[in-house]
């Protein structure tokens, strides 16, 4: 297989680590609030299912308050092969994985690159399942083909993080969304890599790129299966008093029911519901002047809340003029 192959449609989010100092709070975000299936929890780490992998969701104990590991599924060794080849061809430096580490991610072997921002990009074909039954609060999370979630980004240097997904992974462009927010309009790029709808979303400020958000990414998102299962864990979630960043609301493109809540390191977790699976045959790039609908709005809307949440961003945004941000391109 050359190097002109087109691998849309074999990779797809398999896992995600956040490193976080807060594994009490975690767990208790993880298993009581959104309701997954705990399958490891100690002092120096939580492990969580979804479905019939056996780890999707790890938290280990560490500084960054973020998402610092995202593991890709690839078909087969065939694909990984292109994708190997592609990543030597870029002199993007490829390191190979220990067995302790593959066990905590519930693979058996993956590969590592430094991504965009310096997120670690992971990849892996085989995982390992479980057929023990899932023991969860909502019926089931949409996996499968689809991958596990997906990823909003926010980036100084958006075309070369859409060129990482594009050149390495074939990832084709679903739609765009431009929005208006406090004189600063925000480009958003939807990436997919497989039926869903988006697995990156890039987001850059038009003009003047700036970069208001500490983590790398902004939020991810997970897929419920039914309309239950996103009511009752908002209501689980504002129970046990987690904070809505912006409560439910659609998305004009992928057609979403979602909610936004921060987690306990600070960026948020989106959870949604029917988002729509991109048919390719006659797929049309559609471009939407608003991200919502209707709802997603901020839960608090004093104007203190405002003020302070404008002046935080606002200084980490003149900060960001500064900062370097990290490409693999
Ligand atoms: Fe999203």
Known sequence: MSDATDIFG????????????????WRRFLKQGLGLHETAADGNA???RIDAHARRFMVRRGNA??????????????????????LADRNIEIEASSAEDAA???????????????MAIELFTRAVTTD???????SGFVTGPSGMGHFAITSKQPEKLLRFWQE????????????????????????????????????????????????????????VETLEDLSGTFERLT????????EIGQHPNDREVSFYVLTP?????????????????????????????????????????KFLLNLGNFRRGIRSLFATEYSPL
């Open 46 to 48: 939580l492990a969580f």
């Open 10 to 25: 074999a990779v797809a989010m398999g896992y995600v680590i956040v490193e976080s100092n807060r594994l009490d709070d």
């Open 168 to 223: 390495i992974f074939d990832a084709r462009l679903s739609d765009r969304i431009s929005q208006e927010m406090s004189g600063i309009t925000l480009d958003i790029t939807f990436l997919r890599l497989n039926e869903r709808h988006h697995s990156i979303a890039v987001a850059a400020t038009r003009g003047l790129r700036l970069d208001p958000i500490r983590t790398r990414i902004q939020h991810m998102n997970l897929l």
């Open 65 to 86: 308050e973020d998402v610092t590991v995202s593991g890709w599924q690839v078909r087969d060794e065939a694909t990984l092969d292109i994708i190997r080849r592609r």
């Open 239 to 246: 129970d046990l008093g987690y904070g809505m960043a912006h």
């Open 265 to 305: 390191s600070g960026f948020e977790l989106e959870l949604g519901w029917n988002a729509l699976r991109v048919e390719e045959a006659g797929w049309k790039q559609g471009y939407y002047n608003a991200i919502s609908v209707w709802g997603h709005k901020p839960e608090k809307n004093t104007p203190l809340d």
């Open 104 to 118: 905590f991610r519930g693979v058996k072997s993956f590969i590592r690159v430094k991504g965009p921002k310096g």
């Open 132 to 138: 023990e039954p899932l023991n969860m609060l909502p």
